[in-house]
Every structure is written in structure tokens, then in C-alpha cells.
């Protein structure tokens, strides 16, 4: 799946801001790189890589249980 999404073209906006007519005003669509695991030159994840995953599912289960606590 490739995620995209829209930002404001600033490049654009800031050759054309001094135009009599105004700028131009454009937004562009830029795709998201996909998330991979760091994996070794045999294509193993490193133990970093599964440390940093195992904290990361940690983290996101703490802040969803801490809403429903809030909540």
C-alpha cells in the first residue's frame, strides 16, 4: 500500500510571491517511503531493529491504554 499526501508548494509560492497578479498557490502530492525492518546483509533483522520495535508496539500500547484510562 503507498501512502500519499498533500502539502503546499512553497518552491512555487516563493518564485511567483512578488507577481502583480499575486502568487500561485499550488499543492503537490508526495508518496510516504514504506516501513521496513533493518535487517543484516542476509536479510535477518538486527537486534536493534527488533529492540526498536518491540519499545515502538510498547509505547503505542501504553498511550492507547493510558486513553482508555483517561477516557
Do not use: C, S, W
Not at 500500500?1 to 502530492?29: C, S
Not at 516501513?35 to 515502538?56: F, H, K, S, V
Request: proline share 4%; aromatic share 12%.
Amino acid at each position: 500500500m503507498i501512502m500519499r499526501f498533500q502539502k503546499f508548494d512553497l518552491h512555487t509560492y516563493n518564485q511567483t510571491k512578488d507577481l502583480p497578479g499575486g502568487p500561485v498557490y499550488a499543492v503537490v502530492e508526495e508518496e510516504l517511503a514504506d516501513i521496513e525492518m533493518i535487517t543484516d546483509d542476509e536479510g535477518n533483522p538486527t537486534r536493534g531493529g527488533l529492540i526498536g520495535y518491540a519499545l515502538a508496539y510498547a509505547l503505542m500500547a501504553g498511550f492507547v491504554g493510558m486513553m482508555f484510562y483517561i477516557l
